[in-house]
């Protein structure tokens, strides 16, 4: 360490909601972080805790492909040591896994084999490996093509469908998941998408809310050690019932089931790294059951681990620099803090009127996932680029 903070850098890949949190994360504890994004407007590129790189110059598309690989080999020159390196957007982390060898030579950063990060990030794969170890999963089955199509019928509806693994196709004509009440309103809806993406997976539906879905983020060092843990609970999803983390909690009632799970799995598997497994409650049985997990990145809400005193980021930038663990926060602190998503909260909670946020919730300090005062510029970034698109309108 130097001058009361670290010395080896911080790459932070993508300036996102995702990507700001965990500049905070690493900045706030005194690690030099540079952050790559190709929108110089993205959030954390506007963070007083970063030095922002502007990726390429073909607008703001998100940081993948060779364009990425080049860009951070390119910048790894600046230093005399290897940076640990921060993935944040999912798109980035099989093309990272697949050229490890070239990278690896350049930053810090630890995954499993190729072929177990192929596995978890196939929802197909996944499903198939944790149901083969015994693992609680809701029934499921995979489409490459309409031929398949009746081998969904007997299950047990309504059902959730999603992508296979995620493709720029589908996240431009299609929603991350859509709820299907029939068996015909699956049929319907995959003969539109089959053009785009043959590959979905259809999974029944567990009963319960937004409030039901809960998720345990971990780090995992080389060795398979688990450096950190925070389990907590989304209290709004937008959209609704199937989309993103709007405002989640912690769930220290649940850290002892979710916790003991994910690690079984995570050591069944040989998981090694930043992940994090989400679960949903079946409202009728009270059972959790695993929906899929994120592997080889931070998670969308990562922060609110930060938040609750569990800095899962800090802790994988100390094993990566062969530090010792910090001690872990005490579970259970009371009251918890509520990381909050304003935007996609306000369209979560328009939509679902009588929405009841879990009882735990009300003696929480809610903190705004853009604005702290100790950092505004990624809010102050979002009011003046509300503000110039609303007269931009009124010009044209």
Not at 210 to 229: E, I, K, M, W
């Amino acid at each position: 360490m130097t001058n009361g903070g670290y010395a080896i850098p911080a790459v932070v890949v993508g300036g996102g909601l995702n990507g700001l949190g965990v500049v905070r994360s690493l900045g706030q504890a005194g690690i030099p972080v540079t952050v790559l994004d190709k929108d110089p407007g993205a959030p954390a590129m506007r963070s007083r805790f970063a030095r922002a790189i502007r990726a390429g110059s073909h607008g703001p598309e998100k940081v993948e492909g060779r364009d990425l690989i080049d860009t951070l080999m390119d910048l790894r020159s600046g230093w005399d040591t290897r940076p640990v390196l921060f993935l944040t957007q999912e798109e980035s982390v099989a093309f990272v896994s697949a050229r490890r060898e070239r990278l690896g030579n350049g930053y810090r950063f630890t995954m499993p084999t190729h072929d177990t990060m192929a596995t978890l990030l196939d929802k197909t794969r996944f499903q198939a490996r944790a149901e083969a170890l015994g693992f609680p999963l809701p029934r499921s089955c995979s489409l490459s093509g309409l031929q398949h199509l009746l081998s969904a019928r007997g299950l047990r509806y309504p059902c959730i469908v999603k992508p296979v693994t995620k493709n720029p196709l589908w996240g431009a004509k299609f929603k991350k998941a859509y709820e299907v009440a029939t068996f015909a309103e699956l049929e319907t809806l995959y003969r539109t998408m089959v053009e785009f993406s043959s590959d979905v997976i259809v999974q029944e539906w567990i009963k319960g809310q937004d409030c039901d879905v809960y998720f345990c983020l971990q780090y995992r060092d080389r060795n398979g050690q688990t450096r950190a843990s925070f389990t907590g609970r989304k209290i709004r999803q937008w959209p609704p019932m199937v989309g993103g983390t709007a405002s989640c909690m912690p769930a220290p009632e649940a850290a002892a089931v979710l916790e003991e799970l994910t690690s079984r799995f995570f050591d069944a598997v040989g998981f090694v790294g930043i992940g994090s497994m989400e679960y949903k409650r079946d409202q009728r049985d009270g059972q959790f059951y695993m929906v899929e997990p994120t592997v080889g990145r931070t998670d969308y809400q990562e922060e609110v681990a930060t938040l609750n005193g569990d800095n899962i980021v800090l802790a994988a930038y100390e094993a990566e620099c062969d530090l010792p663990s910090r001690p872990r926060a005490p579970t259970g602190r009371a009251p918890g803090r509520i990381w909050r998503d304003p935007f996609g909260d306000a369209r979560s909670a328009e939509l679902q009127p009588d929405h009841i946020a879990p009882a735990e919730a009300r003696n929480c300090e809610v903190v705004d996932a853009y604005w702290r005062w100790n950092d505004p510029g990624p809010w102050i970034g979002i009011k003046f680029d509300a503000i110039r698109n609303r007269l931009r309108r009124l010009t044209e």
